[in-house]
C-alpha cells in the first residue's frame, strides 16, 4: 500500500518542486514504484520531468472534477516513476469544485483505486493554502515539509503547523508531519546555522538528518527535463537527494520494525 505523502509548504521558491521531482527520480532508481502528482497550476513538476504542458493533455484538473480516472491521465516518465500532469487549467478547479460534492475529498477519493499499485505517492502542493493544497492534504498520510533556514522560515512553519492542526481537526485526523527539509542549504551563513539548529531543537527527529546543499545543478536539470540524478549525478544536489531518499526507505523500514516489536511485544 502506497505511502501517500504531500510536499507542501505555503511559502513560495522553497524548493517543493525541486524536492518532488527528484525524491521521486531517487526513490524510483531505488525500486520503488512512484507516482508524482503536480498539484500546482505552474506546472513545475510536470516540465521538471520532461513532459511538455500541452493544454489537450488531460491533467488531475479532468481528475478532480470527475472528468477523467487515474489509469487514463498517469503518464510514464523517462526516470522510472509515473506522473500525474497539471498544467495552467488546473488553476480554474478552486472555482469548479466550490459546486462539487465532498470537494475536499475528491483527490483522496480517486487515489483509492491506485493506492496499492505504488510504493510511494508524492504530491507536489502549491504555495497556498487552496483547494489543490487541501485536497492533497486530505489524501496524504503524511506531510513532508520543504523549507529555507532564514529567519521569516520559522514565522512561516507556526502558521504552517496551525493549519495542519485544522486539516487534522477537519478532514483528515491521522494526517501527520513525515519531516522538514532543510533546503538550499549555506552551512557559511550564520543565520542559517542558528535557524537549523532551532529547527532541531523545536522539532527534534522530525527533522531529517539529509541537508540539501545550494547546488547550481539542482537549479539547472529543471530546464533539461530531467531530475538531477539523470542530468549530473555526480553533483552535490544529487547526493543530497539520493541521501533523502534512502533515508525515507530508512525510517519506513525502522517504522515496520518499530510495528512488529510491537505486535510480538502484545503477543506476548
Ligand atoms: P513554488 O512555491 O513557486 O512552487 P517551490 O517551493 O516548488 O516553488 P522550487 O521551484 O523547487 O520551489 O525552487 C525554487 C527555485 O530554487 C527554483 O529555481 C529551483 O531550481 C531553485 N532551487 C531549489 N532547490 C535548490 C537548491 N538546493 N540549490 C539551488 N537552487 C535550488
Ligand atoms: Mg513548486
Do not use: W
Request: with cysteine; aromatic share 6%; glycine share 8%.
Amino acid at each position: 500500500m502506497a505511502k501517500i505523502l504531500a510536499v507542501t509548504n505555503q511559502k513560495g521558491g522553497v524548493g517543493k518542486t525541486t524536492t518532488a521531482v527528484n525524491l521521486a527520480a531517487c526513490l524510483a532508481e531505488a525500486g520503488q514504484r512512484v507516482l508524482l502528482i503536480d498539484l500546482d497550476p505552474q506546472g513545475n513538476a510536470t516540465t521538471g520531468c520532461g513532459v511538455v504542458k500541452r493544454e489537450a493533455l488531460p491533467t488531475v484538473y479532468q481528475i478532480l472534477i470527475g472528468r477523467s480516472t487515474i489509469p487514463d491521465t498517469v503518464l510514464q516518465t523517462d526516470f522510472g516513476f509515473h506522473l500525474l500532469p497539471a498544467n495552467r487549467e488546473l488553476a480554474g478547479a478552486e472555482v469548479d469544485l466550490i459546486s462539487l460534492e465532498q470537494r475536499e475529498y475528491r483527490l483522496r477519493d480517486a487515489l483509492k483505486e491506485v493506492r496499492a499499485d505504488f510504493d510511494f505517492i508524492l504530491m507536489d502542493c502549491p504555495p497556498a493554502l487552496n483547494m489543490l493544497t487541501v485536497n492533497g492534504l486530505a489524501a496524504a498520510d503524511r506531510v513532508m515539509i520543504p523549507m529555507q533556514c532564514e529567519y521569516y522560515a520559522l514565522e512561516g512553519l507556526t502558521d504552517l503547523v496551525a493549519t495542519l492542526r485544522k486539516v487534522r481537526a477537519n478532514l483528515n485526523p491521522a494526517l501527520e508531519i513525515e519531516g522538514l527539509l532543510r533546503t538550499m542549504f549555506d552551512p557559511r551563513s550564520t543565520l542559517t546555522q542558528q535557524v537549523s539548529r532551532e529547527l532541531e531543537g523545536h522539532f527534534g527527529d522530525k527533522v531529517y538528518k539529509t541537508i540539501i546543499p545550494r547546488n547550481v545543478r539542482l537549479a539547472e536539470a529543471p530546464s533539461y527535463g530531467k531530475p538531477v540524478i539523470a542530468f549530473d549525478r555526480g553533483s552535490r544536489g544529487a547526493q543530497g537527494y539520493l541521501l533523502l531518499a534512502q533515508e525515507l526507505l530508512d525510517r519506513r523500514t525502522d517504522n515496520k520494525a518499530a510495528g512488529v516489536a510491537a505486535v510480538a511485544g502484545v503477543a506476548q
